[in-house]
């Protein structure tokens, strides 16, 4: 729930799930550097050479999602998603690491059904192609499924390290305040 001064041992699940976090936000980055340059295209073509391209609608929604989807898993792993930091400071200790395992949770089922159910879509529409690309027409939806499997990882990685750091400080009258 909120960020913590404690020094955490990094197994190899930790460091592959960091590196993973690090390409899924190079890949966001990416996609929004890509998201610039079609949207450029867009404008010099429609207005400098009077030829608007079809492509631009799809790919623009496509490089959106993604930026979108793998953005909001990579604020799961580092803990910058919507959250009350300001009210962890005042709660009881034994209440905080309840909060700070049960989110994570939360976050975890939410990731599980965005993943769930834009995998049903994408699967829905592969086999009817998008207007203006040869694209499937439910190309958005892989990236959200891939984003939503990712919050649900990385949200369950959150939690375990809660569960972890409650039970380690089961014994201390204080909380990290």
């Known amino acids: 729930m909120s960020d913590t ?4 041992v990094t197994t190899g699940v930790q460091r592959v799930l960091e590196r993973l976090a690090d390409v899924v936000i190079h890949i966001a980055v990416l996609a929004l550097l890509g998201l610039v340059v079609v949207q450029g295209w867009q404008v010099f073509a429609r207005y400098v050479i009077n030829d608007s391209p079809s492509w631009t609608e799809p790919v623009t929604l ?9 953005g909001a898993a990579a ?9 009350f930091f300001l009210l ?3 709660i009881n200790p034994a209440i905080k690491r309840v909060i700070d395992a049960l989110v994570p949770l939360i976050i975890a089922v939410i990731g599980g059904f965005i993943a769930w159910w834009g995998w049903v879509l994408w699967l829905d529409g592969l086999y009817i192609k998008a207007a203006g ?18 919050m649900a990882v990385f949200a369950l990685n959150r939690m375990a390290q809660a569960l972890q750091a409650g039970a380690g400080s089961a014994g201390t009258a204080e909380g990290d305040r």
Do not use: C, K, W
């Not at 001064?5 to 955490?8: S, V």
């Not at 694209?135 to 990236?143: A, D, F, G, I, T």
């Open 133 to 150: 690309a040869n694209l499937p027409q439910s190309v958005n939806y892989l990236p959200l499924s891939i984003g939503g499997a990712l």
């Open 62 to 70: 496509l490089l959106l999602s993604t930026a979108m989807s793998l």
């Open 5 to 8: 001064n404690e020094t955490t």
């Open 75 to 83: 604020g799961v792993y580092t803990n910058r998603h919507f959250g």
């Open 88 to 90: 962890a400071d005042y």
